[in-house]
Nanobody
Framework: QVQLVESGGGLVQAGASLRLSCAAS????????MGWFRQAPGEEREFVAAISRNGGSTYYADSAKGRFTISRDNAQATVYLEMDSLKPDDTAVYYCAAGSINVATVFEFEYAYWGQGTQVTVSS
């Protein structure tokens, strides 16, 4: 098992940047592909970005391409989501997730472990 704790959310103005972190504990972090998802009020949870076990492969939702960057530090057992040029539409609770798979995948069912989420609010 792995436990995940997100941090770095907050209230920012449109155009600002935030860096989310997700610290993992438990079983070897490098055994997991990692993903970030988000859920806005009244909406379904949606995929944002994913990264493979060794960080060699990443995948982004269209809404994140060019603005968000996912990365990981296996030595620190942490995955990051750098978010630039934030928009009010990015307002959501952001969750990190871990899956015992090798590839970066968009599918929620591939991720067995989830954090509690961190709130990101972008004002216009």
């Amino acid at each position: 098992q792995v436990q995940l704790v997100e941090s770095g959310g907050g209230l920012v103005q449109a155009g600002a940047s935030l860096r989310l972190s997700c610290a993992a504990s438990g079983r070897a972090f490098s055994s997991y592909a990692m993903g970030w998802f988000r859920q806005a009020p009244g909406e379904e949870r949606e995929f944002v970005a994913a990264i493979s076990r060794n960080g060699g492969s990443t995948y982004y939702a269209d809404s994140a391409k060019g603005r968000f960057t996912i990365s990981r530090d296996n030595a620190q057992a942490t995955v990051y989501l750098e978010m630039d040029s934030l928009k009010p539409d990015d307002t959501a609770v952001y969750y990190c997730a871990a899956g015992s798979i090798n590839v970066a995948t968009v599918f929620e069912f591939e991720y067995a472990y989830w954090g509690q989420g961190t709130q990101v609010t972008v004002s216009s």
